[in-house]
Structure formats: structure tokens, C-alpha cells
């Protein structure tokens, strides 16, 4: 491994542009801020620390830097000025000293651009600049042993400076990603943090950093204590033009709260969205139809019975509308946990494909898989075998459902990156089209989704529709519910195509 990349990588070294930390600061003094301390927890080589300090005569500056190369660079620059302090320190060790130099100050502005790493990846790399391990999100049970429990150092940076100085008439003003600044907000709308205003500045963090990933500048005055829920979101840092506002619901943050107040659909949807099906082994059991031939990811033909083979739709196909069925995938079980050994008396050539390509299978990284009978695959059950189903991509940014016919008499199936639900008949599903694609509802997912979040639509959000209070709006409520009544029903019978096995 490359040790200056990793060292890089481990501190988040990645130094803030002059062009954006004045892009930064003539916000700040758009809004007359007069700071009487300035902090920069991870000033790095002081571009941002440098703009504030020319931009405000503070009567302290204080920047804090783990690498000393850098605050020995800086101290140069600022040759030894006794109103600028330049500590060769963590921030994670640091509270308790600014504690001390902050406690009688009335003005203070935190500015910065922390580490954009999160914990778990410094975990990956053996990285140790990071914080002492707690539960700070206070996560219950699996929550906060698995995923959910991974955070950014840079939330976790600014979330401990909240905490700690929001009392302060203080000024909070951090470079972020996009979702750092999102989880943040909630974290102050929970705890009912009072604070004066709150603002999102998209920045452009290919042009700024070569990273793609989506950013903003953050701003967030402590300097007068109101009781709010909502942040003002702008076009970008550039134009500073106004284009809604975050809000809060029932305990979900709502992108546009605006639009919501307008189209609150906002509650339980009576048919279950799932996720497509899971193999992470595209290779061996994704199969593209070429000239009558079934042809794996490795260029090999495939000749295998068809029971287990179904068609596949791929998240660019439901994106786009295109519903010619290119693919197949291998079905391998009815539902999760199923011994596949019966695959091998009834159906020997796909036993032996299979086998032929077990390690694709056994390299798969997903702990999901371990202790599971071969061939695994997940988000399968009895659902996925209802003849007609309606899907939507989960990571392109658009309103695209599709509704999806049996093809040869065998339902559709749609990859782990697509959304989908379940339904019996097409007069069911055409109705259930209708509720999805009326204007109602798609005013409603365009106020609650994040569009610049990796995969904006998720089974969570899908599942939060109220399609009956659309339907009541459009006057066939009734014939809704006895609908949805009957799907509930028949979920449970678990029903599956004969073909299968």
C-alpha cells in the first residue's frame, strides 16, 4: 500500500482551494458576522483559517493541525502573530482547551473543512486519527453494531462542537458532504437545539476536490436561540440563489417542507416495497440473450433448464422505459434459506454451471451469505413470483415506475438496485399505476427525496405513501381498500409459480 496515499486518505488531506475558502468567507460577511474567536479544528495548511483571519479582526485565532509540517508552515506565515494560536494537536483531544479559551467569549465562529473519511474506513486502513469509540448517536441493539453505527469524522467533528459551543452566540461554518449537513440538522431538530438560522450552499466537489461526491458549504448560527425546524437551501455557493427549504416531520427530515405541507401523503403504504433480487455474482447468474443464446459474464455459453431462468429488467432499463427483456437471471431458491441440494437431482445442468463457477460464489463479500446453503441469493420469497409488478430504479434521479407483464408466463424480475411491489391481476396493478403516477403523489416524492443522495429512492420512501389518502382525493377510495385487502390476503399464501421446482 502506497503509505503517503494512505496517511492522506487517514487525515482527510485534502486542502481547501483559496477560490472556494473566499467563496466561503464573503458569505459570512454578507451576513455581517463580526467574530470575536475564530476556530479552525483542522486548519491543514490554513487556506480557510488564512481568508477568515484577512476577513475578520478577531481578537483570536486558533487552528488546530495534526500534522506538524503544517503548523510549522503556518506559523511562518503567520510569523509568530500573537492573536493567531496554532496548535500541533487532534481535534478529538482539544475540547477541554477550547473549553477554557471560549468559555468568556460572546462571538465565535467555527469554521473548517474536516476530514471527508468515516470511521469505519480509517477502521479499514488501520487509520487512528479518530475519535474515542462511543455510541454518540445513542443507535439501539443491531443498529449500533452494523452499518448504521458508521458516521463521518467530519459529523462527528462538528455534531461534538455543537454540543459543546452552541450555547455561544457561535457561528458554525463547515465544508461537508451533503448528507453530513442533513444528518446534523436532524441531530439538533431531535435534541429541540434552539439556533438562529440555518443554510445549505451546494459546492461543486469535481471542480474544487477531483471528488465525486455531493458537498456543500454549511452554515448554522447559534447567535440568537429560536425554536426552529428548517434550513434554507441554495443553488450553490456561487449564485446564492434560494431554492427551498429542509424541514421536519413526525421525525423525518423533508427535503422540500414547503411542497409536503402542500402534498402530505406522508404514512403507510398498503403494499409492501421490496428491494430486486440479491446474487452479487452478476457474472455467473446474470445471462445476456444473444442470437438465441444465453451468454454469461465470462463470454461462455450457457445451456441450462429453463425452470430456474427468468427475465431480467436492470436498473437502466426501468430508468429509461426500456422493458425489452435483454437478460436472464438464475432463480436458484423460492425463498431465503431454501436448500438449494435439490437443484442438483432436477435440475443437473444448472447444478453443474453453478458448480463450475463456485468460487464466484465463495468470494462474495457479503456476510449475508455465510452459513447459507449454495447459490444463496436474497430478496426472494413468494412475492417475487406475482405475475405483475411495478418498478422503479432506486439510484437514477427521476420519477420513472414502470409497470411490468409476465414475459412467456413468467414474472419479471429486477435487480437489488431497483424497487418494486407486487400485484395479482392487471387491473390491480393498473390502478395501483394510476395512484403512483398522479400528480398527487409525485408532488409528494419530489418534497421528501434527497436527489443528490447516492441512491435517492428507496423502499423506505416508497413505503411511506398513503396511496388510500390519494385515492380518497381522487374519489375510489372504497375500491381501493377492497384491493389492497385482497393483496394482503393473498401475500400470505405464499404464492409462487407452478414452474418453479
Known amino acids: 500500500m502506497n503509505i503517503q496515499y494512505t496517511t492522506k486518505k487517514e487525515y482527510g488531506d485534502f486542502q481547501t482551494p483559496l477560490e472556494l475558502a473566499n467563496l466561503m468567507i464573503n458569505i459570512l460577511k454578507s451576513k455581517k458576522v463580526k467574530p470575536e474567536i475564530i476556530v479552525e479544528p ?13 476577513a475578520f479582526f478577531s481578537c483570536k485565532s486558533i487552528g488546530i493541525e495534526i500534522n506538524n509540517e503544517y503548523c510549522n508552515a503556518l506559523n511562518k506565515t503567520f510569523k509568530n502573530n500573537l492573536f493567531i494560536n496554532i496548535i500541533n494537536a487532534d ?7 477550547l473549553k477554557n479559551e471560549i468559555v468568556k467569549t460572546s462571538n465565535c465562529l467555527f469554521i473548517g473543512n474536516p476530514p471527508w473519511v468515516t470511521n469505519s474506513g480509517l477502521s479499514t486502513i488501520n487509520g487512528t486519527n479518530i475519535p474515542i469509540k462511543e455510541n454518540y448517536k445513542e443507535l ?22 455543537i454540543e459543546n459551543f452552541c450555547s455561544q452566540k457561535a457561528i458554525f461554518a463547515f465544508l461537508c458532504k451533503t448528507i453530513v449537513a442533513r444528518n446534523i440538522l436532524k441531530y439538533i431538530w431531535d435534541k429541540n437545539i434552539p439556533y438562529k438560522e440555518a443554510e445549505i450552499y451546494p459546492i461543486d466537489s469535481k471542480k474544487y476536490f477531483n471528488a465525486a461526491v455531493d458537498a456543500c458549504f454549511f452554515v448554522i448560527d447559534f447567535a440568537q436561540k429560536k425554536s426552529l425546524k428548517e434550513c434554507h437551501v441554495f443553488d450553490s455557493i456561487e449564485n446564492k440563489n434560494k431554492k427551498n427549504n429542509l424541514g421536519f416531520f413526525q421525525g423525518k427530515i423533508i427535503g422540500d417542507i414547503d411542497k409536503f405541507k402542500s402534498y402530505n401523503y406522508l404514512g403507510k403504504s ?49 430508468a429509461n422505459g426500456n422493458i425489452e427483456i435483454r437478460k436472464k437471471v438464475i432463480v436458484s431458491q423460492r425463498y431465503i434459506g431454501e436448500d438449494t441440494i435439490l437443484i442438483k437431482s432436477k435440475y443437473p445442468k444448472t447444478w453443474k454451471y453453478l458448480n463450475s463457477h463456485i468460487k464466484d460464489f465463495m468470494n462474495r463479500k457479503s456476510s449475508i451469505y455465510k452459513n447459507k446453503p449454495l447459490f444463496s441469493i436474497f430478496s426472494i420469497g413468494g412475492y417475487s413470483f406475482f405475475p405483475i409488478k411495478i418498478a422503479i430504479s432506486g439510484l437514477y434521479k427521476h420519477l420513472s415506475f414502470q409497470l411490468l407483464l409476465p414475459e412467456q408466463n413468467k414474472s419479471i424480475m429486477v435487480d437489488d438496485t431497483c424497487n418494486y411491489i407486487a400485484c395479482k391481476t392487471e387491473a390491480e396493478a393498473e390502478i395501483i399505476y394510476a395512484l403512483l403516477t398522479s400528480p398527487e403523489a409525485i408532488n409528494y416524492l419530489n418534497s421528501i427525496i434527497f436527489w443528490d443522495s447516492k441512491r435517492p429512492i428507496t423502499t423506505e420512501i416508497l413505503n411511506s405513501i398513503n396511496l388510500l389518502k390519494i385515492a380518497d382525493k381522487y374519489h375510489f377510495g372504497m375500491q381501493y381498500n377492497a384491493l389492497s385487502s385482497y393483496n394482503k390476503s393473498v401475500e400470505k399464501e405464499n404464492v409462487m409459480q407452478m414452474a418453479l421446482f
Open 270 to 318: 398498503d403494499y409492501v416495497w421490496r428491494n430486486g433480487i440479491k446474487h452479487d455474482c452478476s457474472k455467473v447468474m446474470e445471462l445476456t440473450i444473444e442470437k438465441g443464446m444465453l451468454i454469461n459474464g465470462y463470454g461462455e455459453t450457457v445451456e441450462i433448464e429453463d425452470d430456474l431462468l427468468f427475465p431480467l429488467l436492470k436498473s437502466s432499463d426501468i
Open 91 to 97: 481535534i478529538f483531544s482539544s475540547f477541554n482547551f
Open 140 to 161: 439501539r441493539g443491531i443498529d449500533a453494531i452494523t452499518g448504521k453505527s458508521n458516521f463521518d469524522i467530519s459529523e462527528y467533528i462538528i455534531t461534538k462542537l
Open 42 to 54: 483542522t486548519c491543514g495548511t490554513g487556506n480557510i483559517l488564512i481568508a477568515a483571519c484577512s
